[in-house]
């Protein structure tokens, strides 16, 4: 057992070692194959030891995707607020946030929105995390439509349709464009896109 695991694990960071272990796991096997006794044994602990933390595979997926969307949430919010009082940089800035984490943690973005067999009933925290996400955007949307930076249209519409273009964007990046694109061609996909989205609106 690595020595700085043991020590992690005696200061009571077995949860975050989990956590941190189950990322790359679901990057070389994906969720189907994640175990938490496969986990347990990388760590050097006992098999029964994640069970203290994580009632079973679900619980820990959903934790997973709760700490990403609360990451997402302040990564947005960031960024919303380094555009001062500017409603149109601040929903290009949180587009192109979202677009960044998804790229920085592709695993629990795709985990958060897959959901794979999560039952979200069980698991209130990983629903209401998600909704604090969403709420980032519709409410700079809403300022937008309150201040005049954008159209007087149903806000449902808008906010559905520009997570539509950077949700899009950054699956397709992840999915297509990662690997054969230089870094400045995907910037400027990204800073084209978001610009879109702002005029249609």
Same mark, same amino acid.
């Given at each position: ?122 698991? @209130?925290?990983? #629903?209401? =995390?998600?909704? +604090?996400?969403?709420?980032? !955007?519709?409410?700079? *949307?809403?300022?937008?439509?309150? $201040? ?7 806000? @449902?519409?808008? #906010?559905? =349709?520009?997570? +539509?273009?950077?949700?899009? !964007?950054?699956?397709? *990046?992840?999915?297509?464009?990662? $690997? ?12 084209? =896109? ?8």
């Amino acid at each position: 057992m690595n020595p700085k695991l043991k020590q992690s694990y005696h200061h009571g960071n077995l949860r975050e070692q989990l956590m941190d272990v189950a990322v790359a796991h679901l990057r070389e096997l994906g969720t189907e194959k994640l175990s938490l006794r496969a986990i347990a044994r990388e760590l050097g602990v006992s098999q029964t030891a994640p069970y203290r933390h994580f009632k079973d595979k679900d619980a820990l997926l959903a934790a997973l995707a709760t700490d990403g969307f609360q990451l997402l949430t302040q990564e947005m919010n960031e960024a919303i607020a380094a555009t001062s009082d500017d409603t149109i940089s601040a929903l290009q800035a949180s587009g192109t946030a979202y677009i960044k984490f998804a790229r920085q943690h592709p695993e629990k973005y795709r985990l958060m929105f897959g959901r794979p067999n999560i039952d979200t009933s069980a698991h @209130p925290d990983l #629903v209401s =995390s998600g909704q +604090a996400s969403f709420k980032v !955007l519709q409410d700079v *949307i809403q300022r937008g439509i309150n $201040d005049g930076s954008f159209k007087d249209q149903p806000a @449902p519409l808008v #906010v559905n =349709s520009a997570w +539509a273009i950077v949700h899009g !964007l950054a699956t397709l *990046i992840l999915d297509r464009l990662e $690997d054969k694109m230089p870094e400045s061609a995907i910037e400027a996909q990204i800073a084209f =896109s978001t610009r879109v989205l702002i005029e249609k609106i």
